[in-house]
């Protein structure tokens, strides 16, 4: 993960370790080298130039030209900036309720249906809830089967409608059954499209509308850089949807989503997907990821 932007980083950070005097003209060019890394990982120019104008600014004020070891100094800073960048603190995920309503939502393929699976298996271990996975996309009835069948692996009740084409209607019912259930959070996976399209987005909104969920993910795939900015802020333009969530973590992501999303939709990234396992799902911890990303 972010493998090449990683190295850059870290060969930014070369011009100043090891130097027996450092110039502004040395910190200048890391920042440079930082803002060419980012830019490089499909961070969004402005977004990058906003990091490194606050970086530089950081750096003379830290007065990193005096500095015993001006390169640990400066790493300290990138990483403090990145870290408020992805949303500074842990989010919370507010799970409870009577039922706690959670909706998902994304485009096709951005890994909303595995998603859902992973986030009742945590709600039942890890948590020790009794959550109940809904079925509410309509038009491919091979999602509603792969709903069925993670429910099945992980041991959890999945509300499905076959016959019935009106999505309002299946939450709706799905909430009462939950109810009638015990269920204490149930988690709806909506229908995506491929792109962003109006017909899905007032069917989620009128899904919104009709069952005050409290809260909505938006799931995007991470490998889609720029691209998942952007659907980001069209689905929360509609949706003003509660948190992200990242997937395909595990592959050979480039970075900029992870980097851009909070900056762009001003909403914090919750959790994130690493994998097609049912457990491979982890909390996000800005903190955390910004060391990662620092190596
Ligand atoms: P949906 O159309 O949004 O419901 O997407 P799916 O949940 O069906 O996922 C689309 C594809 O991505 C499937 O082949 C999943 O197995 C795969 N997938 C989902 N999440 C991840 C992930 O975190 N890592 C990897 N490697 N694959 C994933």
């Known amino acids: 993960m972010f493998n090449s932007l990683q190295d850059k980083l870290e ?25 060419r890394a980012l830019v490089d990982a499909d961070v969004n120019y402005k977004i990058a130039k ?10 003379m004020g830290e007065k990193v030209l005096n500095a015993i070891s001006p390169g640990q100094l400066m790493v300290k800073i990138v990483k403090d900036e990145l870290t408020e960048l992805m949303g500074g603190e842990e989010a919370t995920f507010n799970a409870k309720g009577n039922p ?14 595995t998603f859902s699976g992973k986030l009742a298996n945590y709600l039942k271990t890890k948590k020790g809830l009794s959550p109940m996975l809904v079925a509410a996309d309509i038009y491919r009835p091979a999602a509603m089967e792969q709903l069925r069948v993670l429910g099945e692996q992980i041991g959890v009740e999945v509300y499905i409608e076959p016959e019935n084409k009106d999505a309002v209607a299946i939450a709706k019912n799905a909430v009462a059954q939950s109810k009638a259930k015990n269920k204490n959070v149930i988690i709806i996976d909506t229908a995506g499209r491929l792109a ?6 007032t069917e989620v909104s009128n899904i919104k509308n009709a069952i005050d969920p409290q809260e909505i993910l938006f799931v995007v795939d991470s490998m889609t850089g720029q ?15 509660s948190g992200v969530v990242l997937t395909k ?40 990821m910004a060391q990662r990303i620092l190596g």
């Open 11 to 35: 060969s930014a950070f070369k011009n100043l370790k090891g130097q027996a005097r450092i110039t502004e003209l040395n910190v200048a060019a890391t920042v440079k080298e930082i803002r």
């Open 50 to 59: 906003d990091f490194t104008d606050k970086i530089r600014d950081k750096a």
């Open 100 to 113: 706690a309503v959670i909706l998902i939502a994304g485009l096709q393929g951005s890994g909303k249906t």
């Open 196 to 201: 962003v399209d109006e017909a899905m987005m």
């Open 227 to 241: 691209d998942a900015v952007n659907t980001a802020k069209a689905f929360n333009d509609r949706l003003d949807f």
């Open 249 to 288: 973590l595990d592959g050979d992501t480039r970075g900029g989503a992870a980097l851009s999303i909070k900056y762009t939709v001003n909403k914090p990234i919750k959790f994130v997907s690493n994998g097609e396992k049912m457990d491979a799902l982890d909390v996000f911890y800005p903190e955390r």
